[in-house]
């Protein structure tokens, strides 16, 4: 298995602002995504986080609004730029362990934008 | 790409009733379906998982079934427990470490 850590674990933001929201993960996973959760909503991927290059983002989501890097087989950050009350989510980071052939989650870090 | 829908969104059940979750999905490559379990302030927890070349898995008090040729599956619950009171959330995958696409999920309490 792994296990998956996040920071922040919360923050509370102003508009026009960014915050850069990290991962760690305890084991060399495979491949590492970024996902958000609105309110009482299910989750959103954001991207795949590709080591060493460019995330491979989903429709919807530009590398403009949510740079990410992967600089490790480990470890990632998701940047939430120009901040907007509509950003205002849980972004959650998960690993998938192709030696397991399962994804974990992280705990996820709740973002409000004032 | 992959769309899964979710059925109910709400469920009540009293305790120690059986509690059942249904899905389905419409990428017929999909062969991975894990089943999460999130609960308030938390990141999702794998509970169960079931791949293409099973039709069914059980653990404890947790089953699931997979219909493929229906493109179906779902998650059933016995005598359920109030710490079973949690959003659930199905999901499908090509493999089980790419990446997941989620269901609406379904918000279970279980009434003591």
């Known amino acids: 298995s792994a296990v998956i850590s996040q920071k922040p674990s919360r923050d509370i933001c102003q508009r026009g602002t960014s915050l850069t929201i990290q991962c760690q993960v305890d084991?060399?996973?495979?491949?590492m995504f970024w996902y958000r959760q609105q309110p009482g909503q299910s989750l959103t991927l954001i991207a795949t986080a590709n080591q060493g290059s460019e995330a491979t983002y989903e429709s919807g989501f530009v590398i403009d609004k949510f740079p990410i890097s992967r600089p490790n087989l480990t470890f990632s950050t998701l940047t939430v730029s120009n901040m907007s009350p509509e950003d205002s989510s849980i972004y959650l980071c998960?690993?998938?362990?192709?030696?397991?052939?399962?994804?974990?989650f992280g705990p996820g870090t709740r973002l409000t934008v004032l | 790409g992959e769309n899964v829908e979710q059925h109910p969104s709400t469920l009540s059940v009293q305790e120690g009733d059986s509690a059942v979750i249904k899905c389905t999905y419409s990428d017929s490559a999909s062969n991975y379906f894990p089943w999460y379990k999130q609960e308030l302030g938390k990141g999702p927890q794998l509970i169960i998982d079931i791949r293409s070349n099973v039709g069914e898995k059980k653990d404890q008090r947790i089953a699931v079934t997979l219909n493929k040729t229906a493109k179906h599956f779902s998650l059933h619950i016995t005598e359920t427990q109030p710490e079973d009171s949690a959003v659930y959330f199905c999901a499908a995958s090509k493999e089980g470490y790419q990446k997941v696409t989620f269901g609406t999920g379904t918000k279970l309490q279980v009434i003591p």
């Open positions: 084991s060399q996973v495979t491949m």
């Open positions: 998960s690993g998938g362990l192709a030696s397991t052939d399962t994804q974990y």
